[in-house]
């Protein structure tokens, strides 16, 4: 690790948190310092976004990706806490699967399906490894702000292409790379991040640490096209509805008016 500070403003979701520190890249490492993160400290200190929000702005029920699932087999990259399996379950789904680094939040998505009087079927894993998920099965691969943690886009996109069934659907949100490279300073944007720079860094916030690389909006559209997916739509456009409810000082709010915070992908398996 390099423990030279660099100038660079990391963004997730809503929050910059100032400088970051660049790493090296060891999936090994990477992948025990984020889930001793969402362990302990990460609901705590990032939230948790689940449908029918995608991220900042972005909503489901405006958008309609997914339409009917009532019979369908969903499983979820980075099931979090479980609302967004919840959010299917009472939309009548057939099967819930849902995946997860984290131990703790495999454990309050079991927890909370069952208060809702639902189930699914858990797997503790990074999403990069095989983890006895099955092939050629689900109607739907989706995930909610967990993909960008991945330490292999590729390898990634390629396991949950084999999870789906033919024409088969994937669909994801993240943090758009432009949001991160953007701070707003005395009433401006300013640039403070090299789009471009796709690099891992590590960020220390309230006695936790994560560690993520902000990937271009190409390396995820290549790397869809290389698993075998078409895509069918993008979006990162902010929904006006959810901006104007935040009101006039909210500068968050003033930031995703003028360029975009959050991007959804959906794509079919070829």
């Not at 948190?17 to 090296?24: E, F, H, K, M, T």
């Not at 060891?26 to 984020?34: L, P, Y």
């Not at 991160?180 to 403070?192: I, P, R, S």
């Not at 003033?254 to 975009?260: F, Y």
Request: glycine share 8%; aromatic share 10%; proline share 2%.
């Amino acid at each position: 690790m390099d423990n030279n500070s660099v100038n660079r403003t990391n963004i997730i979701g809503a929050g910059e948190v100032g400088s970051a520190i660049s790493v090296d890249m060891d999936k090994h490492s990477i992948h025990k310092m984020n889930s001793n993160f969402w362990d302990t400290k990460g609901n705590e200190i990032l939230g948790a976004t689940s449908l029918p929000l995608y991220g900042a702005f972005v909503s489901e029920e405006k958008c309609q990706l997914f339409g009917d699932v009532s019979g369908k087999k969903l499983l979820e990259i980075g099931c979090g806490s479980g609302q967004s399996l919840q959010y299917h379950g009472e939309r009548k789904a057939s099967e819930l699967w849902g995946m997860d680094i984290s131990e703790n939040q495999i454990e309050k998505t079991r927890q909370h399906l069952t208060a809702c009087g639902l189930t699914a079927q858990l797997v503790c894993s990074p999403m990069e490894e095989e983890c006895g998920i099955p092939k050629d099965y689900f109607d739907f691969v989706y995930s909610i702000y967990a993909i960008g943690w991945t330490t292999d886009l590729e390898g990634t996109f390629s396991r949950i292409a084999s999870y789906l069934k033919k024409d088969g659907v994937f669909i994801f949100s993240w943090s758009h790379p432009i949001h991160k490279c953007v701070v707003a300073e005395n009433n401006t944007l300013a640039f403070k991040k090299n789009y471009f720079d796709e690099s891992w860094y590590s960020v220390s916030l309230n006695e936790g640490t994560l560690t993520l690389s902000d990937r271009k909006l190409s390396t995820y559209v290549n790397a869809l096209s290389k698993a075998g997916f078409v895509i069918e739509q993008m979006i990162e456009q902010s929904d006006e509805e959810i901006i104007q409810s935040c009101g006039d000082n909210n500068e968050f709010a003033k930031k995703a008016k003028m360029l975009p915070v959050t991007f959804v992908f959906k794509a079919r398996k070829h």
